[in-house]
């Protein structure tokens, strides 16, 4: 893809209603052509694109999202200001200098905070979008707390992964210790997967094309977040 001057060959989609209609098709080709070109001179030229295929966007879902969690009494909320993340990568600490993500992504919890334990997740990426839902890097009084429940309460956790099972969900392993805390050496065999992980996670992928229609990601969020309640009000026990 050639550098841009001062526009983009992409053009820059009409701005939307306030009400959430969707993404734009421009919302997947600017994450893949900022991963081309990664500079701040082309994210500048393009900053008017990135604000009407991506910044407004995801601001209008959020809001729409929160709507229609709260009409199912699902109790996460967004707020585009502390819950959408930003496009900057801190590269301080890091030998990949690359200054900015290829992917968007924003979380809905209990106050709509980031820092907010328990939370929904939405990502969007060229790479594949996926949500996810439950309690992500747990702080070590947190995570002493809810292995504490699991070990107190393995019919509890038992029936909470039935529930999260028969909608096709199941806790993420990534980053989970090979053998159990030296507290929790004898546990419920029921439990004894769950108290090794550090985060308590379950994700599902989406199609990146029903990014286009508002209605049905809204619906297949809600639907998500529905069949996740088990995993956030199981945490929600323990983790105030």
């Not at 702080?139 to 309460?153: F, G, I």
């Not at 309640?229 to 199981?234: C, I, N, Q, T, Y």
Request: proline residues 7%.
């Amino acid at each position: 893809m050639p550098a841009a001057k001062k526009t983009s060959a992409l053009k820059s989609p009409a701005l939307k209603s306030p009400a959430f209609s969707g993404f734009v098709p421009d919302t997947l080709k600017f994450l893949k052509a900022l991963g081309f070109h990664q500079s701040k001179q082309w994210f500048d030229d393009n900053r008017d694109l990135y604000v009407s295929a991506l910044k407004e966007p995801m601001a209008a879902y959020v809001e729409a999202l929160s709507e229609a969690l709260a009409a199912r009494k699902i109790p996460l909320k967004g707020d585009p200001a502390r819950g959408v993340f930003r496009l900057n990568r801190d590269i301080r600490f890091s030998k990949d200098k690359r200054p900015y993500k290829t992917n968007s992504g924003c979380v809905l919890t209990r106050t709509g905070a980031k820092n907010s334990p328990g939370l929904l997740y939405t990502h969007v990426s060229p790479e594949g979008c996926f949500f996810a839902a439950g309690f992500y890097h747990v702080e070590p009084e947190q995570l002493l707390a809810v292995r504490r429940l699991l070990a107190a309460k393995p019919d509890v956790y038992a029936d909470m992964a039935k529930k999260l099972a028969k909608a096709g969900l199941a806790l993420s392993d990534d980053e989970a210790l090979t053998r159990n805390p030296r507290e929790f050496k004898d546990v419920d065999p029921r439990v004894t997967d769950a108290i090794r992980m550090k985060s308590f996670v379950v994700r599902k992928p989406f199609d990146g094309k029903i990014l286009l229609d508002g209605g049905k990601l809204v619906a297949a969020a809600v639907d998500f977040a529905t069949h996740g309640a088990p995993l956030l009000e199981f945490g929600w026990r323990v983790i105030p």
